[in-house]
């Protein structure tokens, strides 16, 4: 148990679809971070959220856009996602962005 | 952050120290030297960071050299459940500075 959850754990949408992802700590933390990892390649990191602003946004398109209503949960909002978009989004939490982080389990989306 | 170069993929038989290495030659003198794993298609689980002192918790053990250009993170009685890919990761305090993951070492650990 991580403290950190995701839901869905799986998606399937299609390219004209609106959805969001959602993630929540229950560790206490106050930063909290989206990373996207395509098959076969390393994690990247896409924004962070530092007591609940965001900090950094990793040039990701606009058909991304995240959301940080309190420190303990941090949504992504998808719309017009490209077939290309399909990948595992991992969240994750630290207690300050200097410290080591706790990932969620991830969110397996596919694009149709 | 400092770049870490890693051997793509390892084995190690099971009930044996399994012992990863990690080249930082760049690493500048606040850089930490992090560890994560990722188990196929789950998150990615911390192990341990040091900065300069060989460190030990309850997962692993890490040794850094002297000089801090390289270190391992070892498993000492390597199970099934520690097949993953292990990644290696240099980085700075400060808020600027992110954990950036690279190709990470693929360890199999063989029955």
């Known amino acids: 148990e991580t403290g950190v959850t995701q839901t869905p754990r799986h998606l399937v949408m299609g390219m004209t679809n609106k959805k969001s992802l959602k993630c929540e700590q229950h560790l206490g933390h106050n930063a909290m971070y989206w990373y996207k990892q395509s098959a076969k390649k390393p994690l990247e990191l896409m924004f962070v959220?530092?007591?609940?602003?965001?900090?950094e946004n990793n040039s990701v398109p606009s058909r991304f856009s995240p959301e940080c209503p309190n420190s303990s949960h941090l949504f992504l909002h998808l719309h017009t996602l490209q077939p290309e978009d399909s990948a595992l989004y991992l969240c994750?939490?630290?207690?300050?962005?200097?410290?080591?982080?706790?990932f969620g389990p991830g969110t397996r989306l596919t694009v149709t | 952050d400092a770049k870490t170069t890693q051997p793509p993929s390892m084995d190690c038989a099971e009930g044996r120290a399994a012992n990863l290495p990690c080249n930082h030659s760049?690493?500048?003198?606040?850089?930490?030297v992090y560890w994560y794993r990722q188990i196929h298609s789950q998150g990615p689980q911390y192990i341990i960071h040091g900065l300069k002192n060989n460190e030990t918790n309850e997962m692993a053990s890490l040794i850094i050299t002297e000089d801090r250009k390289s270190s391992t993170l070892i498993l000492p009685h390597a199970t099934l459940r520690d097949t993953a890919v292990y990644y290696c990761i240099v980085r700075g305090f400060g808020t600027g500075n992110q954990f950036y993951f690279g190709t990470g070492t693929s360890l199999t650990v063989i029955p």
């Open positions: 959220y530092n007591f609940k602003e965001q900090t």
């Open positions: 994750a939490s630290t207690v300050g962005v200097t410290y080591e982080q706790y």
């Open positions: 760049t690493i500048s003198g606040n850089e930490y």
